[in-house]
């Protein structure tokens, strides 16, 4: 509820320069209108702008104004852009958040020694824990999946809370960004491949690229080899696509959504309205608290099970 109100909120402000207050901008608008730009003036003035809210940005807003980042190309290391956008900092917050998480659980079992059961917010952390460690990263990878564990578990709760920062108030969330989802992918994606190498040596790992049936007649291997081979090269480049495009699909979604529906009210332009949009909107945002953690289980899970598959591939 507080969220949604504070979305509605955002959305009302109309866009403030952190110097000079309402004032530049009214007269930006001013401006842009008298030069036959009426109608985006009018969408800037009441803020109703999905993908602003949504999309990478050099300025992050909060209750007490606009935060701007260095503009794009001010940190260039060779040829790649590191200057920081909006998402680039919820992730290292994410990140930060996690950290912390875990040291304080870590530091809390280290308290107990053992003994005894755990407690409050210990208690839900280790349950968490085990369950993803004992139903998702075990049962998928099988034999020696221990040692994979550890990623799974980082990955889902790094997903998770970045899924989460972007239903808090003026937050954003990150794994709305294809680039970022596409980067998570990739590293799912290496640790698979060199799982697959350290598990089944060279030559096996060759097997599941070059595929070569059993008691195949000689002549027909070339013809194997032509057909399967580029099926093989393009089920193994599905897997990391699948990953970023579900995350990155299912959170832009669900924001869409929610920024449509707070929309109705600026389109029929009456707050008799707005009691609909807002219970509405409420409801859909405990449905986005689902789909946070669904989604990051999803690619908790799927990075497990394509663990197993590339590891025990006979």
């Not at 003994?115 to 460690?133: D, I, Q, Y």
């Not at 989460?164 to 937050?171: D, H, M, N, R, S």
Request: proline share 6%.
């Amino acid at each position: 509820m507080i969220a949604t109100l504070a979305l509605l909120l955002t959305l009302l402000a109309p866009p403030q320069d952190p110097v000079h207050g309402g004032g530049s901008a009214q007269v930006e608008g001013a401006a842009a209108a008298a030069e036959g730009h009426g109608d985006e003036v009018h969408g800037e003035e009441h803020g109703f702008d999905i993908l602003h809210h949504i999309q990478d940005a050099s300025e992050i807003e909060t209750p007490f104004g606009t935060i701007h980042l260095p503009e794009p190309g001010s940190w260039m290391v060779g040829p790649i852009d590191m200057t920081p956008t909006k998402h680039v900092v919820f992730l290292a917050l994410a990140g930060l958040i996690v950290t912390s998480i875990f040291l304080a659980t870590a530091a809390a079992a280290r308290k107990r020694g053992g003994s005894g059961a755990p407690k409050k917010a210990h208690n839900v952390m280790e349950t968490l824990v085990l369950f993803l460690r004992d139903q998702v990263a075990m049962p998928n990878i099988g034999h020696g999946g221990e040692r994979f564990a550890p990623f799974v578990i980082t990955l889902f709760f790094f997903i998770l809370v970045c899924n989460l920062l972007g239903l808090v108030p003026w937050g954003a969330t990150a794994t709305g960004n294809i680039s970022v989802t596409a980067a998570l992918a990739l590293v799912s994606f290496v640790v698979i491949e060199v799982s697959g190498m350290r598990a089944l040596g060279l030559k096996g790992y060759l097997g599941t690229i070059v595929y070569i049936p059993h008691g195949l007649p000689k002549f027909m291997v070339p013809v194997m080899v032509l057909i399967m081979t580029p099926v093989e090269l393009l089920g193994k480049l599905t897997k990391p696509f699948a990953l970023a495009i579900r995350l990155f699909a299912n959170m832009t979604a669900g924001h869409v959504l929610l920024l449509a529906i707070i929309g109705l009210i600026f389109v029929f332009g009456s707050y008799a309205v707005a009691v609909g949009p807002v219970l509405m909107a409420v409801a859909l945002s405990f449905l986005e608290i689902f789909v946070a953690f669904l989604q990051a289980y999803i690619f908790a899970l799927l990075t497990s099970v394509f663990i197993g598959l590339i590891r025990h591939a006979h």
